[in-house]
């Protein structure tokens, strides 16, 4: 018993401990009970055992406490006595508790006076109904005696009943032994400390059951008023919440059990031990006390598990109503979405490829379709299985799920409305296009049959039978009732397409009449060509021989006449017949260049509509709020680089040019004027084409953004916006072919001409905006590029350089091997650039240029040909102090570039003898009438004496006036090369002098005379008879022939031949001999020098001063 009442202590303890919190409720319970007292309350006055409850009953079944000899009683606090006793009368039944207690008090060791004080303690403060007062005495002498005569004395000062017992013997007459300890002569065994124990463990678990019930009734409560949430996160954390809370209790309910059931097993131990074990009247109490506890967590589990079930049904369902309706509310407008976008498909279209285009955008809409009325009939099934599962919402559910198929029915029905449309629509194209197909090969059919062939029977029969053929193949391929095919078609023919209709019928019918045309002639020209039959008179009889005419003269005649007959007839039958062809051809051409003019047309509209699309689907969208959060950072605010001028190029096309192409739909052959008017509109792609690697640059950067991906999405393209910001760059390029297309069928037309420079003008605008692309590519350059004029040409050189160090004239290599350089020729500078490596992709991948040099157009001078090479020639300035050799890549580009140069030259020249005209007319000089200004790079003596003697202002010698014009070609030889170094070295003059009015290769060609001289050039000859002479040759000039000719010796070689003498001034310098040139007026002479080469050169005019 005592293991069993420590056991019950210890569960008792780890209760308390298990349950923190629980155990600040129970001191609040037991603080705030007014009912009886609890063992855990007086513990401390219970373990003093001045008064206990054994449990034993009197013979009538009065409970026995038995106050044991406490020689302190009389000092004990009257609180403690009065809790002690009222717990102690508190323990047994309410029933034994009415019959009264029998008190039983334990003073035989103590004195009469204690007693008298115990009874009138006890009279005065016992809580409960007193039976009966056993007291047993002193047993000392005089004590018993005192206490005999006093109690008598004094029995009715104590109220109640009261039984002076001497010996325990008599007071197993009241009591049965059986019923008392062994203190009091009993058999039943009693341990105090057991017992605390014992009402501890079993008052504790009553507080337990008690406590549990209380808070499973709150909790409860709790649930029954929890309102349930309206959305699912809400609706998932409160039957979490719930749930929780619920395992709280069953864990609570489960430890209550679990000690219920040990302190069972505790009160039936001794029975277990002992099957003859008499249990006492308390004991048997107890046990029926923990049963009922017992019984009460059963029920109180068995109801809380009923009431959850139900509960978290109601969660559970709320839960499930909560994922519907958040599933409902993100489906229905998907479908709402995809209905309204079915419903303003267009079941119409255009053309063939329109048709195919909307088919595919209906059958990918269709998938998606699909897909959404899935999941929205999937959805209505699982409301149907909520209601079919007894769902509390099932008013609400119901007619969600029928508005879920509704809006399937109606997308479904509408889709399949659309798809038949369609369908209907693409047979109807396809048909037309099958039949205009046919047209067009026909008339590439007539186009293409030769008229010279067919002049022949044979060639004719063949071209017939082809025609032929062709038509039997008409039956498959066109369109024959009109009125059908309209009552066929109706739901599908819009006005675009009834108007296509009825250009197919239109053209079927001029196609077949042309056929019928050729046909007939091509039966005429088949036709046997029988010899014309003439009649012929009887030949009379021959009376004599003068009378009768001459047979053979007559026969002649009859011949000739035949034969002039056949050739008219011929003449007549061949001019209708070339008549007819070339109507026939002109008409074929006619077609052709309608053919083009719609596809012109037709490409520039859908042109129109893309650009649109961009400027509305990507570029507006950068300016909304709504997409804001979707746009980063690197792309905020630079709108104008992503697109450039797209918006001035779509309000160009869309206001005027569209318009003007238009108004020449019927006379294709004269749209090259709009293309003129239009030219200058059109440089504005020349601005996008610049910016275009900046957009290429930013939408790397950008391409995987959510934004992009957002305005793709909507517009429902399949490319991304890269490919729309490259279709400017293909536009431009896509109008020079168009042309070209329009001027191979205008030939000899009206406006042929005017498409001749329309397609110059916007090849002109390609080559301007492909050189503007490599301009805005040079760095380095510190200057204005805008300042240098407008860009001739652009391309790639192998450069080599010379420079001329003083008057010894030596040539300094600045490089064995040629550098690479790309020219850009403007119309006032010439720079050179070095080609950077191409890094990147896409327009990224384009090259940067390096500038290195650059020469002004006003001191430059050329040589056609350098150092034998046709792809060489040679750019120089200030005299050539400064000399680049250029090599292009073919002989080609190199004579382009030279022209180009000669004509930027010769545009200076112009200009500078119209400035100098001007001056001369606004002030005029003595010296201008009888002198003329000097173009040529030279300056000779006679130029020096006539500038000295202006200085002087002596008049000059009139005929000293000379044209300055180039050289004359001579046979087999080279023009000539004409360098400045000769002047500048002998007389000293820099290229800032001013020219003088004489020209001094007119003057040196008037004044060659015989002599040697040595050669400082190599020239080789380019005829028979002329001379071929080396560098450092000695030559001998022998007489001057006709036509600028010399007859020329070579020392050297011995041989003799003619030389020009054009050619002999940039070959020969003066000998050893002295033999000189000499001047008009004899007193100038001088050396001939020559560049490198053999070549014609061309010098610049900044040092012409008027």
Known sequence: MCAWLCRGRQTAEMTKAHKSTQTNTQDDILKKEDGPLLAAQIGSELQKQFAILPGGRGIDGHPVIFLPEFPAFGELPEEELQNV???????????????????????????????RATLLRIAGSFPGNLHLVLVLRPTALFQRTLSDFLFKFNRDEFKMKVVMLSTVTELHTYIDPGQLTTELGGTQQYCHDSWISHRTAIEAFALMVKTVAQTLQAFGTELAETELPNDTEATVDLLHKHTLQKDTMKEDLKVALSQGGRLLACINEPLQSDPDYSMTQDEMENLATVQRLMGQLNETETAFDDFWDRHSTKLEQCLQLRHFEKHFREVRPQLDVMFERLSGFSEVSISPAHAEHVLRELSSHEEKACELMDLALSLASEGDRLIENSHYAEDSIRPKCGELRGVCEEIGSTLRSKKGLLLRARELHHALEKAFQWCEDGILLLANQPVDRCQSQDGAEAALQELERYLDTAALHTISDRGAICCQYEAVLNPQLRDHMDKVFQKQSSVQEMFEKRRVSLKKLAAKQTRPVQPVAPRPEVKSPLSSPNPERKERRYSADSALCKKGESLVHNGSTRHASLSEEEENLAVLRRHVMNELLETERAYVEELLCVLEGYAAEMDNPAMAHLIPSTLQSKKDILFGNMPEIYQFHKRTFLKDLEAYTDC????????????KDLQIYEAYCQNKPRSESLWRQCSDCAFFQECQKKLEHKLGLDSYLLKPVQRITKYQLLLKELLKYSKGCDGANDLQE??????????????SMHLIAITGYEGNLSDLGRLLMQGSFSVWTEHKKGHAKVKDLARFKPMQRHLFLHEKALLFCKKREENGEGYEKAPSYSFKHSLSMSAVGITENAKGDNKKFEIWSNSREEVFIVQAPTAEIKTAWVNEIRKVLTQQLKACRDATQQKSSDSPNPTSNNSSVSLSPFRSSAQKNQRKQDEKKVEPNPTSEANSCPSPKHKGWNKPSLSADASEENDGFSSGEDPMTSDIEDEVVKKLAPGKYSVVADCEKAGPQELSVKSGDMVQLIREGEDGQWFVKNLHSGKEGWVAAANLLSLISESKSSQSLSSSDGSVSGNLSTSSSCSETYTSFSDIKP
Not at 668 to 679: A, K, T
Not at 758 to 770: D, E, F, T
Request: net charge positive; charged share 25%; aromatic share 8%.
């Open 758 to 771: 329309a397609l110059s003008s916007i090849l002109g605008i390609l080559k301007a905006v492909n050189d």
């Open 668 to 679: 294709p052959e004269l749209v090259g004027r709009c293309f003129l008017e239009r030219m």
């Open 85 to 115: 006793l009222r717990y102690l009368t508190s323990v047994p039944s309410v029933a034994a508790s009415g019959e009264g207690f029998i008190l039983i008090i334990d003073r035989r060791l103590d004195r009469w006076a204690a007693v």
